[in-house]
């Protein structure tokens, strides 16, 4: 192992101590009593202290906006519960985490108002109660809540068209610790695509701004097998208002769509030789350039399927997702060949773990869409501050290849200097990814649109719908954005066809999906494509059903991810493997050929497999060789069941594509 680099090489005596007693959490969610208060009487009525008898109980994460007679509340509501920290914490740092509140949040202990959080409903939020919590006897935690629209927050007024789920959203828990106590730690890897070997950038922020120095203790190893590639006890001297330490990772396996292989990284910090916290964060290695009209992945030129989702839309949850409905997005994503999505607002993290694990790329967004053109000075700040704890929270994962500052934004007064702004800003908090900007006027704005400002131009492709006047205008409009982009690459941002705004159906959503995915096929520019979307989805500006299902008819499948015949038919575009034929050589022998496709997608495939049923029933299986963009091959498959089928699977075991083709 090379020595580490770093700004003080002290070393000191690890101290082996269970993680649990570094940090413990205490999970809050669960029953929480609650009420609304459409005439604001709560603050007057002492609610702070306590709800009154009327409160109902609702299990948190919870919206009351998919509770009967509260579909389209906009306004204040509480939320209440009594949680004890046992009395061996006395002496702990002790922080209340939320993981999103929507919108406005003001949280009450014992009766106290301890903090609030506005204008950022769906990033996570911490609050210090250690001087204000009481151990071994019960506290009483209530926390108002406001969803009302608002001209002060993003998303904006109500010009977004998506739920506006009011409530605590997503998960609460205690955090208790030592003193230092860690903020974050983010870690950079900087890899050598030669040989594959890599340094790391360490940035470690502590919650007391006044420690200067502290002491480290760093583990990395492999998050399935555990094998341990780095470990190294560092003295670290405070830099700026972040503790910084160079690391070398040696050779690594580098994370990709098909191969995402993550790394844990684990660092404890000590006082006087004691630890008093510890955290653990995932990580990938992996390489995001863009060179000339070409996205490279890992020193590969690719060129994307996607697919979008909007989160919040099952009728049942809202924005209180439970993890069985990520994981079923996570894994459709698999299943229809993903490679890259965006979504239009912070998610919950457990989203971001899957798309991790299960290798999708993402641009992460903050909720500015299409109005207002011009932000103040203060909608600014609110975009700034929803950057810096999105970004805070979510820098470790290898998903994220981008940053996404703004969606359709449109009127006279946009200024473009506020992108290069906030675009300069989001560089300073991670100058590692791309910063992107969603334009829908890509065509008729050219070199002016706001989206040459990111560093990977989009265009939210609507040629035939809402732009245009016949979807076979599309060329003419590619001519107009050919005629300004120079070397660069687009990204096509979205896709689709919106019920009942416009008819035709599934049917139609077929005939448009394919037309314009064969015209972005064909242009090499093009680095990727999102199609829109992948569910119905919930919306308050909806034009179908109401109340709680009130939704906009632009998905592959319903609210309840029930399929149409459209989600076929795109897992078919977006599979990179086409089958060109198949011969019966005997009763048991079947010759496939088939080919990597060349355009959308393009992309090496490694250690995909065939699988197929033998003659006793069993699975059988053969690698296939590796195959370049438009490359060939020819298998046999032998010992065959007589009704000859069979698979093409990633190395995640995901059917890539099948034969015969079935739903």
Not at 500 to 509: K, Q, Y
Request: proline content about 5%; glycine content about 6%.
């Amino acid at each position: 192992m090379k020595r580490t680099i770093c700004t003080c090489l002290l070393l000191f005596t690890i101290i082996s101590i269970p993680a649990q007693t570094l940090r413990n959490t205490i999970p809050l969610n669960g029953a929480w009593r609650f009420i609304v208060d459409s005439a604001k009487a709560g603050q007057n009525n002492n609610w702070s202290a306590g709800l009154p008898a009327n409160a109902t109980t609702v299990q948190v994460p919870h919206t009351w906006n998919v509770m009967k007679g509260l579909e389209d509340y906009s306004g204040l509501a509480w939320y209440e519960r009594s949680f004890t920290v046992p009395a061996q914490h006395r002496n702990k740092q002790i922080r209340l985490k939320f993981d999103a509140v929507y919108h406005d949040a003001v949280i009450y202990l014992n009766g106290i108002q301890l903090a609030t959080h506005t204008n950022a409903g769906y990033t996570s939020f911490y609050v210090d109660v250690t001087k204000s919590v009481k151990t071994g006897t019960p506290n009483k935690l209530v926390v108002s809540v406001s969803n009302a629209f608002s001209a002060s927050n993003l998303p904006y007024k109500q010009k977004f068209d998506w739920c506006n789920d009011g409530g605590i959203i997503r998960g609460v828990q205690l955090q208790l610790s030592g003193k230092p106590s860690i903020r974050y730690v983010h870690i950079t890897p900087d890899i050598n695509m030669a040989d594959s070997t890599a340094t790391a950038r360490l940035n470690l922020k502590l919650w007391e701004e006044d420690v200067e120095a502290v002491q480290a203790a760093v583990r990395i190893y492999e998050k399935r097998s555990k094998k341990n590639v780095f470990t190294q006890d560092l003295r670290l001297i405070k830099q700026g208002d972040a503790f910084t330490s160079y690391i070398d990772l040696g050779k690594v396996h580098l994370w990709h769509f098909n191969d995402p292989f993550l790394y844990q990284l684990q660092v404890s910090v000590s006082n006087n030789a004691q630890a008093t916290d510890q955290v653990t964060q995932t990580f990938g290695c992996r390489k995001i350039e863009l060179r000339g009209p070409q996205f490279f992945l890992n020193n590969e030129a690719v060129r994307l399927p996607g697919l979008e989702y909007m989160p919040s839309s099952h009728p049942d949850h809202g924005s209180a997702e439970p993890r069985w409905v990520m994981d079923s997005v996570a894994n459709m994503f698999k299943d229809l060949n993903v490679t890259i999505s965006r979504f239009h607002w912070q998610v919950d993290e457990y989203m971001l773990d899957q798309l991790d694990e299960k290798g999708v790329l993402l641009q992460a967004e903050i909720p500015w869409w299409q109005q207002p053109g011009r932000l103040s000075p203060e909608l600014e700040e609110v975009a700034r501050l929803q950057f810096r704890e999105m970004i805070e929270r979510d820098y470790n994962h290898p998903c994220i290849f981008a940053w996404g500052i703004s969606n359709e934004v449109h009127g006279n007064d946009r200024d473009p200097d506020q992108y290069r702004r906030l675009k300069q800003y989001v560089k300073t908090l991670d100058s590692s990814r791309l910063v992107n900007v969603v334009s829908n006027e890509t065509f008729r704005r050219k070199e002016n649109d706001e989206s040459f400002i990111g560093d990977l131009p989009t265009w939210n492709e609507y040629i035939g719908t809402w732009f245009g006047k016949k979807t076979e205008e599309l060329p003419a409009y590619f001519a107009e954005i050919e005629s300004c982009i120079g070397d660069r690459p687009l990204l096509i941002t979205e896709n689709g066809l919106c019920e009942p705004r416009f008819a035709g159906g599934d049917l139609r959503r077929i005939e448009d999906m394919t037309y314009h995915y064969n015209e972005w096929a064909r242009r090499k520019y093009i680095a990727g494509c999102i199609y829109f979307c992948l569910n119905d989805y919930r919306t308050h500006m909806g034009e179908d059903g109401s109340a709680n299902y009130k939704a906009r008819i632009h998905g592959i499948t319903d609210l309840y991810f029930k399929k149409k015949s459209s989600y076929h038919v795109f897992k078919q575009l977006a599979s990179p493997i086409v089958i060109t034929n198949t011969k019966k050589l005997n009763e048991t022998t079947v010759q496939v050929s088939l080919k990597n496709k060349d355009q959308l997608p393009s992309y090496t495939v490694r250690d995909f497999t065939i699988v197929w049923p033998g003659t006793e029933g069993q699975r059988l299986s053969q690698k296939l060789p590796t195959l370049k963009p438009g490359e060939s091959a020819t298998i046999t498959l032998a010992g065959m069941h007589a009704r000859a089928n069979f698979d093409i699977c990633t190395p995640a075991g995901y059917r890539v594509i099948s034969y015969p083709f079935v739903h």
